[in-house]
């Protein structure tokens, strides 16, 4: 038992490097979208659950675990890129 919870340990250290590497795309597009509508976008999350449901089938991971992790995946990083679009498109300066 030891052995195994060693790997689940080592797996989720590549894990969290893989999440945070993902996280500097998302900081990325939060920078780069122009609004703040473009942040949340319907059909691209779900573009984004059909590809990891067709990779997680091919890689034998269970779909019950594979979609509730994404769709939690992204909203967390959506609210994220909320905040970064609000950080990099401060409200215009009202003139006296």
């Known amino acids: 038992m030891a052995e195994v919870r060693e790997e689940i340990d080592r797996l989720d250290r590549i894990l969290v490097a893989l999440i945070a590497e ?49 769709r939690e995946l992204i909203d967390r990083c959506i609210a994220h890129e909320h905040e970064i679009w609000a950080l990099a498109h401060p409200p215009a300066a009202v003139k006296a």
Do not use: N
Not at 42 to 47: F, L, P, S, V, Y
Not at 49 to 59: D, F, N, Y
């Open 22 to 70: 993902r996280q500097g795309y998302i900081e990325a597009a939060g920078r780069i979208k122009p609004r703040a509508d473009e942040v949340r976008l319907e059909w691209r999350i779900e573009d984004v659950v059909a590809k990891v449901l067709a990779e997680a089938r091919k890689q034998g991971l269970s779909e019950r675990i594979a979609e509730p992790v994404w």
